[in-house]
């Protein structure tokens, strides 16, 4: 039987130091000579951003930094500036762009988000999911959780520093497989590993409300850890809150209709991940992401769980994503069942091995 790591080879990659992110300090040097030290590339980060705002001093600055990361940050999570090196872009955004980075010796993903005039009303907003996912970040530490390192903010240029996850997304990591053909054994490591994070962040009263394939990342060891908390919200705070978050495709039906919510539709998206994952496939694959939205919270429907699947598994994903907040299990119940469930089924062979030769539609 093929090995779900078919064409697949796991590769641990030298961290490769970037070039120092440079610009010119006046029309008339185009580039940082080789034989210059240090500092001069470091001050021409700090023309990058200077070069964005007017009128703000250094004492200005350092109060606006850490201002910026309120809710909960310490002083000593402010980046120190002089320590980062910026690489290549790897992903972006409609506001961000995320590249690669050193900082302090370390490799890093360096997340920039640009924060727009305020004519268009945006600007408070993102300014809000800033700080929110600074304030989130900062009090978290779990094995399945992105590692925050450090924050600075110079408007209208704020950044986000944690750390790298050379694997990418895990909806990457499926695109890259056949449908089906995840072994078991991966499909229980890649879902407890989620599980295990949510657990933690419910534990500690955050409902993270856009969780997908694509807020996962994977690690070289392919651990995954629950990243992007730019609209995740206090357990307390949620409560209140009315309006839909997150993607249609992984979205609860109450908060598509406008309803009140509660941490349940984290749960909600986790069953339709464990779907991906059980599938490789795309949820609701052929809809546009409104017409999908119209099909959950309209027409209940979901996507379809192949017979063939364990039916531990089935009834597992089913109960995420019933359409009663209420019916929904916790996460302390979904790690405790996978952990039993991986007791049981610890073969390496797909869960569905009939269809394991089915084509990607």
Not at 248 to 276: C, H, Q
Not at 306 to 324: G, H, V
Request: charged share 25%; with cysteine.
């Amino acid at each position: 039987m093929v090995s779900c790591f078919w064409g697949f080879r796991q590769k641990r990659k030298t961290v490769e130091r970037p070039r120092p992110l440079t610009l010119p300090l006046d029309r008339s040097t185009s580039s940082i000579a080789p034989g210059q030290d240090r500092l001069d590339s470091l001050k021409s980060w700090s023309v990058l951003l200077d070069c964005q705002i007017s009128g703000h001093g250094s004492g200005e600055v350092k109060e606006e930094t850490e201002g910026a990361i309120a809710g909960g940050a310490q002083p000593e999570w402010v980046a120190d500036m002089s320590e980062l090196f910026i690489g290549n872009r790897f992903a972006s955004g409609s506001n961000s762009r995320i590249y690669r980075g050193i900082y302090k010796q370390r490799a890093v993903a360096v997340k920039m988000v640009r924060v727009p005039d305020n004519e268009d009303g945006s600007r408070p907003l993102i300014d809000s999911q800033f700080n929110s996912e600074v304030a989130l970040l900062s009090r978290l530490r779990h094995p399945n959780v992105i590692e925050f390192i450090a924050a600075y903010r110079k408007p209208p240029v704020y950044c986000i520093i944690t750390e790298y996850m050379s694997q990418g997304t895990l909806r990457m990591y499926l695109h890259k497989k056949e449908p089906y053909s995840l072994s078991n054994k991966m499909i229980l490591k890649f879902a407890l590993d989620i599980s295990r994070g949510m657990q933690y962040l419910h534990a500690q009263g955050i409902v993270h409300r856009d969780l997908k394939s694509n807020n996962l990342l994977l690690n070289d060891e392919l651990t995954v850890k629950v990243v992007d908390f730019g609209i995740s919200c206090l357990d307390t705070q949620c409560h209140a809150t009315k309006g839909f978050m997150g993607t249609y495709r992984w979205m609860a039906p109450e908060m598509i209709r406008g309803k009140t919510y509660t941490k349940k539709v984290d749960v909600y998206s986790f069953g339709i991940v464990l779907w991906e994952l059980l599938t490789a496939l795309v949820p609701f694959q052929g809809m546009t992401p409104v017409q999908a939205a119209f099909a959950v919270s309209e027409k209940n429907e979901r996507p379809h769980i192949p017979d063939a699947c364990s039916p531990e598994i089935s009834n597992l994903i089913r109960q995420c994503w019933t359409a009663d907040p209420a019916k929904r299990p916790d996460f302390d119940f979904i790690v405790a069942l996978l952990e039993q469930y991986e007791e049981h089924h610890s073969n390496d062979v797909p869960l569905i091995p009939q269809l394991q030769s089915s084509k990607r539609l």
